[in-house]
């Protein structure tokens, strides 16, 4: 099989902890996730006041883009519009979609938030991201019953073909009540720094997924 | 109403998520929009939500709003003509 793409870093948050390549980098004692995040911003020096206004899909999503991305000299990431962003989950916005749902099921004391109600889509968390660290290459939200392996392949793999992009964050960005579960990859069309880098391809994004479960 | 100036700015690091901000660290006469605090618009419309929510006040007009909103003293002396504060 030809060897076309390479996966160049990954980072996964789950129970607690952090891992960069399959390193832990980072263990909690926060078990509730907005506390947990809130834990790791700290915990990573973190300058960006608006991550305490995100709802936890994003911070989520935020805090694996922030490790993701430290490498400040990927070549594929110094153009905004060639990064891509592709993410999949199953519970969509429903964490944000019940506190917005709460706060309008009293008629008689009926004050939706605004600052919640605008994050009643799960595409947000791309919008975070993308403001973060000035990306505008072509994204896109799927929900998905469970991480796909195959399908998350083979969507990078057909904008990457097509040049639509060179470089692409992908992943899997769970968050359901006090359940979160985020992997993120950064795939790149042509291998950059010190190589070492892992295939993508469906087993590797499977096999990285599993890890630490 | 040095009272009313502390309480609001209270209010407002809850309603805005401000958490690395202390009510000290507020000037009330400092514009709350670009400058000041740099709040955005959906800070905005948090605002007029905490106005009615607490106080039972409306803003009618746009006008109306970028009046009252220009501080957190702009807001307290709006809260306390309508004698609510």
Known sequence: MEIKYHIRDYCIIRNQRISLNGNL????SETIPQSFFTEAYKHFNINYPKFHKMD???????????????????PGIVKGEDVGIILY????SADTDRIHQKSIQDRSAYFPSPSVFVYTLANI????????????????????????AELLHSYVSLLLDDCVIQSC????????????DGVLYLIE????????FVIFEPEKLSEIYLQGT | MEQLINKLKNEIIEALNLTEMTPESIDENAPLFVEGLGLDS???LELIVLLEKKYGLKLSTA?????????????AEFIRANNKG
């Open chain 1, 25 to 28: 980098i980072f263990t909690g």
């Open chain 1, 56 to 74: 936890n899909l994003s911070k989520l999503g935020f805090l694996a883009c922030e490790l993701l991305l430290e490498h400040k000299n990927i």
């Open chain 1, 89 to 92: 989950n199953a519970a969509s």
């Open chain 1, 125 to 148: 968390v791309i919008g975070e991201i993308c403001i973060r660290h000035k990306l505008f290459g072509e994204s896109t939200f799927f929900i998905s019953e469970r991480f796909n």
């Open chain 1, 169 to 180: 964050i992908t992943g899997w960005l769970e968050l359901d009540g006090d359940h979160y």
């Open chain 1, 189 to 196: 069309k042509t291998p950059s720094g010190n190589g070492g």
């Open chain 2, 42 to 44: 959906i800070d905005a």
């Open chain 2, 63 to 75: 006008e109306d709003g970028k009046k009252v909103l220009r501080s957190v003293k702009s807001m």
